[in-house]
């Protein structure tokens, strides 16, 4: 997840797999059906001497990866860092929403001036190579 403020309107600032679950939509089961079916094809062509046993250990790494990205986006949806309108319609918005605002300059959001100063990166004292 991003470290910045959600774009996006936060339908659940902390949600759990249970609800991350429910609000999956058709394209990330798609997504998941279709790694996993990618991932056994894989395994299958280039799993030579034991195509079958490699198909099935390649199948069952895809499917555990296709899970973990499916419930990140699915997180990321309901945590306001992805495109949420159909949550925000199903679920509604949560009662507190971060306040949007521009990044202004500051500890956040330094302003890069291409200099270093002195304290982080002394001058060389040319000197010492004599």
Not at 23 to 41: C, E, I, K, V
Request: aromatic residues 10%; charged residues 20%; contains cysteine.
């Amino acid at each position: 997840m991003p470290f910045g403020d959600p774009k996006y309107t936060v339908v659940n600032p902390s949600p759990d797999v249970d609800q991350t679950i429910r609000s999956l939509r058709t394209s990330d089961y798609l997504s998941a059906a279709f790694m996993t079916g990618a991932s056994w094809s894989y395994g299958y062509i280039f799993g030579k001497p034991t195509r079958m046993a490699s198909a099935s250990t390649a199948m069952a790494l895809g499917m555990t990866c296709a899970g973990m990205m499916v419930l990140q986006n699915g997180r990321a949806r309901l945590r306001g860092y992805r495109e949420n309108a159909k949550e925000v319609k199903k679920y509604g918005a949560w009662a507190v929403q971060p306040e949007k605002k521009a990044n202004e300059p500051g500890m956040r959001f330094p302003t890069a001036t291409g200099v270093t100063s002195p304290s982080v990166q002394p001058p060389l004292n040319w000197r010492n190579f004599d």
